[in-house]
């Protein structure tokens, strides 16, 4: 009886069974990435469903800008997970999160633009 193939076969496909310690680690990083979308998901939600003294466009266009980059967070965990788990099967080094450089500017930049509209407003 042959072994049933892992999805997806691109990260599976070669190298040798990593220590179950560091595929438990890449999970855990993974949810908790997962987590982070979640929570920017709500943070765009709640920026639509709350009333600001900000214009509405701002509001609207901020509320658009948090849950884009839930999407995008949520999408991009699951390639960094994918990425890891192909190197440590390959014993290569594992690769850049750049993702971490997009969250904090997209964050930062929507603080200060919500900082700055309670101030000017």
């Not at 999805?7 to 595929?23: I, K, N």
């Not at 509001?59 to 800008?65: G, I, M, N, R, T």
């Amino acid at each position: 009886m042959s072994a049933p193939s892992r999805w997806p076969g691109w990260v599976y496909s070669g190298g040798a069974e990593p220590d179950p310690r560091f595929s438990f680690a890449n999970e855990r990083t993974f949810l908790a990435w997962i987590r982070t979308a979640l929570a920017l998901l709500a943070a765009g939600v709640a920026l639509d469903a709350v009333p600001l003294a900000i214009p509405e466009a701002l509001q609207l266009s901020l509320s658009a800008v948090f849950i884009l980059l839930g999407l995008f967070c949520a999408a991009a965990s699951w390639w960094r997970w994918a990425r890891a788990e192909r190197a440590m099967r390959r014993q290569e080094p594992l690769p850049t999160a750049r993702i971490s450089i997009v969250l904090s500017l997209v964050v930062v930049l929507s603080a200060l633009g919500l900082l700055a509209a309670g101030l000017w407003w």
